[in-house]
Structure formats: C-alpha cells, structure tokens
C-alpha cells in the first residue's frame, strides 16, 4: 500500500476547483509515501490514510479571513493526522483562481493539514525551538541537514521558522526572509513557489515515509533577490493579509487502530 489522501467535497466548490484540490493530494503523494496505519472513527468510518473534508464558503468576502485549514484528528502515539479540514471564503477562492495562485495555496494548505507548522509544538511532536520568540527554528534532524546543504554551512543546528505574522502564520511556516518563495514560507509568491527538499525533510522529521526524488529544485535567494523582495512584497504576496484559522485537533484513543 502507499500513502494516499481522500479529499472529501462537502459543497461549494467549482469542478475545476475540486481538480485542484484532487490535483494538490496527488502531489503530496507523490512526496509521502509511506502508508499510515488504518484507524476507526468513532462514527465507524475507516480512515486508511488521511481524509480532508474540503468545502467553499461564504465568510466575509474577498479580503479578511481565507478560511481554514488544519488537521481535526490525529493518530495517538504518532500524532500523524487521520482527518482534516479545508474551509475557504469562496470569494477569495475566486480571486485566487484569477490571480492563478489558487494551486500553489490548495497544496500550501494542504501540507498545513498533514501538519507542516500545525504539529509542531511541544503538545505533539516538539519539533519547535523559541515558539512565539524572536527567533523560532525547526529543530529535525533531517531538515537541518538539508538547510545546511542549502547554505554551504555545517554549523546550523536548526532552521529558521516564521518570527512575524499572525494567526496561521508565525511560527508555522520557514521565515520568508530566508527561504523567499519556498512553498511553505508564510507567503506566496508570483511564479514558481517550489518544494524543496527543505519541506520534504521536515516531514520525515514528523514520521511520515517520503520521497526527496519528488521534490523541486531549490536554492536559496540571494541578497539581491531578498531586496528586490522587500522593495515589492506588496505586490507579491497573496496571502499575506488573509488570516487562516487552524484547527484544535483531538487525539484518537489507541483502540481506533484496526489490527
């Protein structure tokens, strides 16, 4: 078996929207691999993989809130994810598509609901270092010997992590003024947003089995790429004045694991 995502669609999506969605859970199968042991839900629904319930909204228009995004049940003793959310403003789904960033942010969120910066903290996988300080880092092994790769530098001992934004933002995502347009910065970026080897290192540090092969090519920015990044951040980021929620998932008791 290989690792798999179901998304569910409750609703308020376009069909060419729901492609995306489908699009994005291939893509991160393609990244993870590894099949996740089945577990029961307390309504009896067999989880084999990880479930995304996904669904378009009315919020608040087309500015303020995106929606949210989050995993909403986790395996007990792997805190892995079983089920999760994806909830967006339909308004913002529209503007996103005709800007076409709507991809680039479907994976983004979805990789928040495998739970890239949403599993971090010492509540589950303890993978974060300085949480809600000036200098947060990631602190895998296997992730800071890739940023180490990155930077020519075998010193680091961690990865930089988002020290500004808000809610769904800090402390969630690489620092952007490191890492620019990775994928899974707090921001994305006109063009190519890549996954680099970076993202897929830090989920093998939360436990899943992945495939660094599946990755972009990545490197890091330059000082004058960063300055021309300042200069026009406005222009650039489409995600930055959105606020995303997150979810507070539950822990499945042992006993949902199928034998």
Aim: glycine content about 10%.
């Amino acid at each position: 078996m290989s690792f798999t995502i179901e998304v569910r669609f409750l609703g308020g999506l376009t069909q060419g929207q729901q492609t995306i969605f489908d699009d994005a859970a291939s893509r991160w199968a393609e990244i993870i691999t590894g099949d996740l042991p089945p577990v029961q839900l307390a309504n009896g629904d067999i989880i084999e993989n990880v479930r995304i319930d996904a669904q378009g909204t009315t919020i608040d228009g087309a500015s303020g809130i995106l929606g949210q995004a989050g995993p909403t049940q986790l395996r007990s003793g792997s805190f892995l994810p079983a089920t999760g959310i994806m909830r967006f403003d339909t308004a913002d789904l529209a503007r996103l598509e005709a800007e076409n960033s709507l991809v680039d942010v479907i994976i983004h969120e979805m990789g928040h609901v495998l739970g890239f910066g949403t599993l971090w903290s010492t509540q589950f996988l303890n993978l974060i270092s300085g949480e809600g300080s000036e200098n947060p880092t990631f602190t895998g092994i296997n992730a800071i010997r890739e940023y180490r790769f990155l930077t020519g530098d075998d010193s680091p001992d961690s990865v930089p992590v988002a020290n500004t934004g808000g809610q769904g933002t800090r402390d969630g995502h690489w620092r952007e003024s490191t890492f620019n347009n990775e994928l899974m910065t707090g921001f994305i970026n006109d063009g190519i947003n890549p996954v680099s080897k970076l993202s897929v290192a830090a989920f093998e540090d939360m436990g899943y089995i992945v495939d660094y092969n599946a990755a972009n090519d990545y490197s890091l920015p330059d000082l004058t790429q960063l300055t021309l990044k300042e200069l026009n951040e406005n222009n650039q980021c489409k995600m930055c004045s959105r606020t995303i929620l997150r979810c507070n998932p539950i822990i499945l008791p042992e006993t949902a694991y199928i034998n």
